[in-house]
């Protein structure tokens, strides 16, 4: 601690030179990171490079929406946001949690969260994607972008609901019908979109650079259409082609960065294994996790209820036609012969789940590209094989919706009836 | 009226759909303007009918003698009448082939010498000359930009019909500028504007934009081979032996789950149920079927939420197949309850884990991985689509997909806040009857129908 050097530890089969170039690559690909120097004071734990490093890691960890709103916040929003994101991602050590939140102190501890992040995934990868400039007209067909909208109103601040409001039924069916009324604005939205964009890439056929493109997309249309758009498109693509270059260069030095790493960790005092974690009573702003789970665990409740009044009788059934069985030879084989196949189809249906979803669904924004011909088969994904694999998710959930309907029905059913004095007549059925 | 805590969660619930279709509504309807605009003529840059992004001070700079001195007045006066003579003498040519539809006077006397190709094939040194005299410096990086930008024409080969079709019209976005300085009498409206449809295949993006964007692709593509490089290897060793190391240093016992991957065994789950049930309802139902030859009623086309299934009759001199396939749909039920305990009991663990630290504060646990599992090849990823029809089809069913997996979401959520409150009520004897007339139609026919109730006053 205190040692001034310059230069770096000197870290075996290295330059002397090495470090600093890899972690001013990786810093330049973070867009506007921290210096090197600042990552060598972390490693001493210097409160200076602290303020630093949080900035870093809260750029990091925001969601690209949210970023500029937080960073209003002040430093202490930003600590505490940093520590919550952490915990959120499974972030093992317990000593970042209880750094204080002024966010003077913990650069060591920092660096090795953030050394944790670029470890477990495509950390820079991701952050590039996240803003990466968009040239085509993308359309994704993977569900994912869904909850990226369902997030969006999640993490407004404080759904201003009042504590004790009571609604009226009606408010909710109102509600309900002007969510279908915007669903349906939003297809026939989405259908002059389609048409339009189609014309577009119709009338600019065989002008792209790029042959296997074949025409421009819209974004590149407005482009030469508003000289002013397209020097900002230009600037935004050449900041990161910076960032990919410098991303480019740190994947090849990246190795004697872990090495350093190394050393960094056994520099740090040793925990007290037993120590728990405490616990941090953060305001919940929202439930959607623990709702989610509560909405899971009383359907398999449910399930298992009623898979016991299936099983009860005829397991009862069952006994009393095998007492007079049992000593029939064949009936043992056959019992036995039943149970495996039971087994092996039980076993090939938790597979069904136990598998990490389908493997060959394409994720992310898909660039639209117009081509009638098929010549440029085998580069992308077709729309018609998108097209069958929406329209029987489309069939599975109309399943889901329709099973859920009935069994509110049925329900329903059996309360009304408890009534008297009143005949409940259905709507006509479909 | 609901209940205050019941009201607030399915406020929340629905405000939360509300918001996001409001979200891609605007996404939607931004793109819309865009696509919109492109399609009409295209206004001329720098004419105070464009854009409003050019902003006032253009207008201004434009009607005010931004134009310069009387001088190059003149000159361009001059200019501007040899011009419209040639375009005169074109006239005569072009009019023998094909219908023109440029109103030729009124493009000849509009000639910017600013403008491109065209005037240059006629004119080379004319137009280049007068281009680097405009004065005004916002008409210079206007012209030069329509000029840089503006539809560059492919290497003229064709005849000279079309040559000169081209001439008359693409001064559409490079002029202008001029319009409102030298308004000759001849004051035109707006010449003819530039199309997509007409000349969209002439557009040809700037040269540097183009280097950037291959730049570009060609980097991207350098990202993702260079996770399968050799030193990956060692990098990829490295990092997982600093992993293990940190999660050894900080004392706990096993990998705590993040939040994304609890929520994704949350849903692991929450489909194992659905296919659990799904297998259940086949089974009884298979069993009905066998025994429906008896008489028995059917509690419906398979929807047997509710009620408990009817009692198999006991046949004293079944066949053996019949007890066999007896056997088996009992073995599968019960194995099928086995499962189903089992996951409840991975909830559970969930839940116990969770306790350990509450999910932070409005976190969107998706903020770092927009996509769960994305496809580690970072290259371009196309959609190919071969008609309108084909897209329109693709894209209304991206939205139905959306919207029933949000249907089936509230369907949920309704069920949970709402039929507690319809049974509570049995007790009482008359539960609120707008209550459950509503609350049906809600549940089970989302919204669109209503049941009817009918007081049964005994008579007499």
Request: proline residues 8%.
């Amino acid at each position: 601690m205190g040692r001034r050097r310059r230069g770096v530890d000197r870290t075996p089969g290295a330059g002397s030179g090495a470090l600093p170039e890899a972690i001013a690559a990786l810093s330049r690909a973070l867009s506007a990171g921290p210096s090197p120097e600042t990552f060598r004071r972390a490693k001493f734990d210097r409160p200076e490079a602290a303020p630093a490093l949080w900035q870093l890691l809260f750029r990091v960890l925001s969601p690209t929406t949210q970023a500029g709103a937080k960073a209003s916040q002040g430093p202490e929003a930003q600590v505490r946001f940093v520590k919550a994101a952490l915990r959120c991602q499974g972030y093992p050590r317990p000593a970042l949690a209880q750094l204080p939140e002024d966010g003077s102190q913990g650069s060591r501890e920092l660096l090795l969260a953030l050394a944790w992040l670029l470890a477990r995934g495509p950390l820079l990868e991701q952050l590039l994607a996240r803003t990466r400039v968009r040239l085509g007209d993308e359309m994704t067909v993977c569900e994912c972008e869904d909850v990226a909208y369902d997030g969006a109103s999640v993490g407004l601040p404080a759904l201003c609901v009042e504590p004790n409001l009571h609604v009226d039924i009606r408010h909710v069916q109102w509600l309900m019908g002007k969510l279908r009324l915007r669903w349906r604005n939003l297809v026939s939205s989405q259908q002059e979109q389609c048409a339009l964009l189609s014309k577009v890439h119709l009338y600019t056929r065989g002008c792209h650079s790029e042959r296997s493109l074949g025409h421009l997309s819209a974004t590149e249309t407005e482009l030469l259409r508003d000289p002013d758009g397209s020097r900002q498109l230009l600037q935004a693509l050449e900041q990161e082609n910076a960032r990919l270059e410098a991303a480019v260069q740190w994947r090849r030095r990246e190795l004697i960065f872990w090495q350093w790493m190394d050393t960094v960790l056994d520099s740090c005092p040793t925990q007290a294994p037993g120590a728990a974690p405490q616990p941090m009573f953060l305001p919940r702003i929202t439930d959607r996790g623990p709702r989610q789970w509560g909405l899971v665990a009383g359907e398999l409740q449910a399930l298992q209820e009623q898979l016991q009044a299936a099983a009860r009788p005829r397991r009862a059934a069952w006994e009393a036609q095998v007492r007079g069985r049992s000593q029939d030879p064949a009936w043992s084989t056959t019992w036995r012969a039943v149970r495996q196949a039971v087994d092996l189809e039980l076993v090939a249906l938790q597979g069904a789940w136990d598998r990490s979803g389908t493997p060959a669904q394409p994720h992310g924004p898909h660039r639209l590209v117009r081509s009638e011909s098929g010549a440029l088969a085998g580069r992308g994904l077709w729309a018609a094989e998108a097209i069958r694999a929406l329209r029987s998710k489309e069939a599975c959930l109309e399943v889901a919706l329709r099973q859920l309907q009935g069994q509110c029905r049925q329900e329903l059913a059996r309360l009304v009836g408890t009534l008297s004095g009143f005949i409940w007549i259905p709507p006509p059925g479909r | 009226m609901l209940p205050a805590d019941c009201s607030r969660r399915l406020l929340a619930e629905l405000r939360g759909a509300l918001d996001a279709c409001a979200e891609r509504q605007r996404q939607l309807e931004r793109s819309l303007r865009v696509s919109r605009r492109l399609l009409r003529a295209w206004e001329p840059v720098g004419s105070p009918t464009a854009e409003p992004t050019l902003g006032p001070d253009t207008q201004k700079e434009e009607l005010s003698p931004g134009t310069p001195s009387p001088q190059d007045l003149k000159e361009l006066e001059l200019l501007t009448q040899a011009l419209e003579k040639a375009v005169r003498v074109r006239k005569g040519i072009s009019k023998a082939g094909a219908g023109n539809k440029a109103p030729l006077p009124k493009s000849g006397s509009i000639v910017t010498p600013a403008t491109t190709a065209p005037l240059q094939l006629r004119a080379p040194g004319r137009a280049g000359s007068h281009a680097s005299e405009t004065k005004a410096p916002r008409g210079i990086c206007q012209t030069k930009a329509p000029a840089k930008g503006h539809p560059q024409h492919k290497p003229l080969s064709s005849g000279d019909r079309t040559s000169q079709e081209r001439a008359s019209r693409t001064t559409g976005p490079g002029l202008g500028l001029r319009d409102q300085a030298t308004a000759p009498p001849a004051a035109q409206p707006a010449p003819e504007a530039f199309t997509l449809k007409e000349k969209g295949n002439l557009l040809q993006l700037p040269a540097a934009f183009r280097k950037a964007a291959s730049q570009n692709s060609r980097l991207w593509a350098q990202m993702s081979s260079t996770e399968t490089s050799d030193s990956a290897g060692a990098t990829a060793t490295a990092k997982a032996q600093f992993l293990q190391k940190m999660q050894v240093a900080s004392g706990l016992c096993g990998p705590r789950l993040s939040a994304a991957e609890m929520e994704a065994e949350v849903r692991r789950l929450q489909k194992a149920c659905w296919l659990l049930r799904l297998r259940m309802q086949e089974e009884v139902a298979a069993g009905q079927e066998r025994g429906g030859g008896h008489g028995r009623k059917r509690g419906g086309p398979g929807w047997l939420g509710g009620q408990p299934a009817p009692q198999p009759t006991p046949l004293p001199h079944a066949a053996p197949t019949d007890w066999k396939q007896e056997l088996r749909c009992l073995l599968t039920l019960e194995g099928l309850q086995a499962m189903v305990g089992q996951c409840l009991h991975r909830l559970q663990e969930l839940q116990a884990e969770q306790q350990l630290g509450p999910w932070p504060v409005g976190l969107p646990p998706r903020s770092l991985s927009p996509c769960g599992e994305e496809d580690p090849s970072w290259g371009p990823r196309l959609l190919l689509y071969s008609s309108t029809q084909e897209l329109q089809t693709l894209a209304a069913l991206r939205l139905r997909v959306a919207m029933l997996s949000q249907q089936v979401h509230l369907e949920k959520v309704l069920m949970a806040e709402l039929l507690p409150l319809v049974s509570a009520r049995g007790p009482q004897g008359l539960p609120g009857l707008p209550l459950c007339r509503a609350v049906h139609s809600l549940l089970c026919d989302a919204g669109e129908r209503f049941p009817t109730i009918l007081r049964d006053e005994p008579t007499g």
